[in-house]
């Protein structure tokens, strides 16, 4: 009989915890992960953070040691790329005329870091941030802690790669289109929290502003250009404003994509053997009645595990509510909820936000929609649960801190 073979194109986070499920559920078939770069699977989040920093070692964010897929019979072709899918013979291509035949195929491509727009981006001193390699060239740019460093756009990526970068003792300088860093995210209350954090610890934070163009000399980036005229001086520049979905393959091949390659809550295509999954993927989401995209590790970790299962014919209904977290200076800050419910929601805030040890609740029509806690810590669960059970809440017994959450959670079902 012949053996099965699942592919996965793309060795991130999720394309690894699929070939993981796969293998840990018993499938005995042959496992490809095509990676197309020259690395076992990583995590990413450390690339703006510990790893900058020059705090972790590099062996700290592999997934996996290459022997652990060895071992398991998960053939990891490094230096891959996919170039196409031909989706009516079941094969990849690789290019050369290089293919690999599949009976399922999981697309785990991500997401690439947006580009500046404009010559200037290829100016030595600019720099995007996505990859181990990329990371590894920033901080060799950052690390002697003496330059002027700018970064465009005051997202989660911009203000941690400022505070990596003020650590060194580097002159940082955020440039941010809102009034108020990360508003369109946890709204302005909680965005001026971070604006302060930032300040206290010697960034500069021009909000308002709106990058054109990136001047340089001899090669090298000297400064940016604001719309008004103005040239804000660099030596390096980073580029932090955000991430486009790897949906080229997808796209070409025909299969629906929209914000990202169209997945139902199992991560089953339009093709009934083609899968998508993580950052790439816009999955319908069955408490939400609508499809979501979500580019955040926690998803590419349990999304991922639960689409190999998928592939394994497992009843999946993915349902999982968002989470993500940062960290910046001694900031750390989790978030779990439905930002699209959280837009008009009431904000209810719980502990010392001058501090910033705090909660803070999305109030909707009585439950609780989304909620985040700032140096908080072993309460995501309890959140998660408020979010989940949409027992009823009164705010003023939620921000009142003598009263314990488990107590606001009595009778709630579980
Ligand atoms: C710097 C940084 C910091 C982050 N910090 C946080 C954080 O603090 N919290 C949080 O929740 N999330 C964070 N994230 C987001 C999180 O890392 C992503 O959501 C996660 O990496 C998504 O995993 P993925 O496997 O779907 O995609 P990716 O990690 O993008 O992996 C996809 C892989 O597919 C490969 N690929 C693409 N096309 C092809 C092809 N044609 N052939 C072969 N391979 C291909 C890519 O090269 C890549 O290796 C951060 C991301 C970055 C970049």
Redesign the pocket.
């Known amino acids: 009989m012949r053996v099965p073979t699942f592919v996965i ?9 699929a070939a993981e499920a796969i293998r840990s559920e018993g499938f005995d078939g042959g496992i490809v992960l ?4 020259n ?1 076992f ?9 510990d790893y ?1 920093a020059g705090t972790s070692a590099r062996d700290t964010i592999d997934v996996h040691p290459a022997e652990w897929y060895r071992d398991r019979g998960i053939d990891v072709r490094l230096g ?4 196409g899918l031909a989706l009516d013979t079941h094969e ?1 291509n ?1 290019g050369e005329g290089r293919s690999v035949r599949y009976d399922k195929l999981l697309l ?6 947006r580009r500046f727009p404009g010559p200037g981006a290829a100016l030595d001193g600019v720099h995007h ?3 181990v390699g ?2 590894q060239a920033l901080r060799a740019d950052v690390e002697a802690g003496t330059r002027q460093v700018v970064i465009i756009g005051a997202g ?2 911009g203000l ?2 400022a505070a990596a970068a003020r650590g060194y003792g580097n002159a940082v300088t955020v440039l941010g289109r809102e009034s108020t860093p990360l508003a369109a995210v946890v709204g302005a209350e909680v965005g001026s929290v971070f604006a302060e954090l930032h300040r206290v610890n010697g960034v500069e934070l021009r909000m308002g502003t709106r990058p054109v163009d990136l001047t340089g000399a001899s090669g090298r980036v000297t400064g940016v250009v604001l719309s008004t005229g103005e040239i804000v001086p660099a030596d390096v520049v980073v580029v932090g404003i955000g ?1 486009v979905p ?1 949906t ?2 997808a796209r070409d091949a025909g299969l629906a994509v929209d914000d990202g390659i169209v997945v139902d809550a199992a991560f089953r295509s339009i093709d009934p053997d083609v899968y998508a ?5 816009s999955v319908f989401h069955p408490a939400l009645r609508h499809n979501l995209r ?8 349990r ?2 595990a639960a689409a190999g299962r998928s592939m394994l014919d497992q009843a999946i209904s993915y349902d999982a509510i968002p ?5 910046q200076f001694d900031l750390g800050m989790e978030y779990s909820g439905y930002r699209s419910r959280a837009r008009d929601a009431e904000v209810v805030f719980r502990g010392d936000r001058a501090g910033r040890e705090f909660m803070a609740f999305w109030v909707a029509d009585g439950q609780v929609v989304a909620g985040l806690n700032v140096n908080v810590w072993n309460v995501n669960e309890t959140v998660q649960r408020f979010i989940r059970t949409g027992v009823r809440v009164d705010a003023s017994r939620l921000a009142d801190e003598s009263i314990a959450l488990d107590e606001l959670l009595a009778g709630a079902p579980d």
């Open positions: 194109v793309g060795a991130g986070l999720a394309g690894a915890r095509l990676a197309g770069e690395e699977p990583y995590a990413r989040p450390p690339l703006s953070k900058l891959n790329r996919v170039t990849v690789l785990a491509t991500g997401a690439s870091s941030l996505r990859t990329e990371s989660w990526i941690e790669v991430a790897n080229e393959l999954v993580g950052d790439v993927a979500i580019e955040h590790w926690d998803n590419a970790e999304a991922g989470y993500f977290y940062t960290d």
